[in-house]
């Protein structure tokens, strides 16, 4: 297993918050952060460094989108949600990632 401070994978946090968006409904950073963290069982860590700018570049691609509300602490959240665009961006990234999973899998099982 990798260390909690494990970084995330090339091109897997897009896929991660999309998902969790999916799975979740709306979700303010925190949330979303936690939600992977938990997914993962402590195979890495989410910090505020990784998840607002992952969160920012979804936002301005038009595959998810935010609104002000309020956290279960009454505090002042921005709550992000997964767009149309985002959807399909989701079926799209799903369908390469199960491919290249498979495509490494043969490479590793395969005898020298």
Same mark, same amino acid.
């Given at each position: 297993?990798?260390?909690?401070?494990a970084e995330?994978?090339?091109?897997?946090?897009?896929?991660?918050?999309?998902?969790?968006?999916? !799975?979740? $409904?709306?979700?303010?950073?925190?949330?979303? =952060? &936690?939600?992977?963290?938990?997914? *993962? #069982? +402590?195979?890495?860590? %989410?910090n505020q460094?990784?998840?607002?700018?992952?969160?920012?570049?979804?936002?301005?691609?038009?595959?998810?989108?935010? !609104?002000? $509300?309020?956290?279960?602490?009454?505090?002042? =959240? &921005?709550?992000?949600?997964?767009? *149309? #665009? +985002?959807?399909?961006? %989701?079926?799209?990234?799903?369908?390469?990632?199960?491919?290249?999973?498979?495509?490494?899998?043969?490479?590793?099982?395969?005898?020298?």
């Open positions: 297993m990798s260390p909690p401070d995330v994978p090339y091109g897997t946090l897009d896929l991660m918050v999309l998902k969790t968006l999916v !799975a979740m $409904g709306p979700l303010h950073g925190y949330g979303v =952060a &936690r939600r992977i963290e938990q997914v *993962a #069982a +402590g195979a890495l860590v %989410l460094g990784t998840i607002y700018p992952a969160l920012l570049r979804l936002e301005q691609k038009g595959w998810i989108k935010s !609104a002000w $509300g309020t956290s279960d602490h009454n505090r002042r =959240a &921005r709550f992000y949600s997964i767009t *149309a #665009a +985002g959807r399909r961006r %989701l079926a799209a990234e799903a369908e390469l990632w199960e491919r290249t999973v498979s495509i490494v899998n043969r490479l590793l099982e395969h005898e020298s």
